[in-house]
């Protein structure tokens, strides 16, 4: 059973940056966090859980329009980890942060919607401003 592990959650403010970790463990045998599509998400409190980003197996990558130009999805394959490089440019980055992925090896297709079958525990980001 695939188990994600979020960290690098931290206090910031605008003008701020973090790098949010996504380490993969439990793979089926022979597989690796390339083989699964991995996608970011951001729950403020009192809202919905909202797509920030994702990466497919094949290594494209999609943002959501809020975060455009603010944030770099990333994958280090060696470590089975998916990484999330955010800048805070504007108050409003606080949130629970999730990563979530789905098996689909070989496709370039990744989506932000959550409709994953895999997710982690979240990371807290608090915005101090």
């Known amino acids: 059973q695939l188990q994600l592990v979020e960290s690098g959650g931290d206090l910031v403010q605008p003008g701020g940056s973090l790098r949010l970790s996504c380490a993969g463990s439990?793979?089926?045998?022979?597989?690796?966090?390339?083989?699964?599509?991995v996608a970011w998400f951001r729950q403020a409190p009192g809202k919905e859980r909202e797509g920030l980003s994702c990466?497919?197996?094949?290594?494209?990558?999609n943002y959501a329009d809020s975060v455009k130009g603010r944030v770099t999805i990333s994958r280090d394959n060696a470590k089975n980890t998916v990484y999330l490089q955010i800048s805070y440019r504007t108050p409003g980055g606080t949130g629970v942060y999730y990563c979530?992925?789905?098996?689909?090896?070989?496709?370039?297709?990744?989506?932000?919607?959550?409709?994953?079958?895999?997710w982690g525990q979240g990371t807290q980001v608090t915005d101090t401003s």
């Open positions: 439990g793979f089926r045998t022979g597989y690796t966090v390339q083989f699964y599509a």
């Open positions: 979530a992925a789905n098996l689909n090896p070989g496709s370039p297709i990744c989506t932000v919607q959550p409709q994953h079958n895999y």
């Open positions: 990466i497919s197996t094949t290594g494209g990558t």
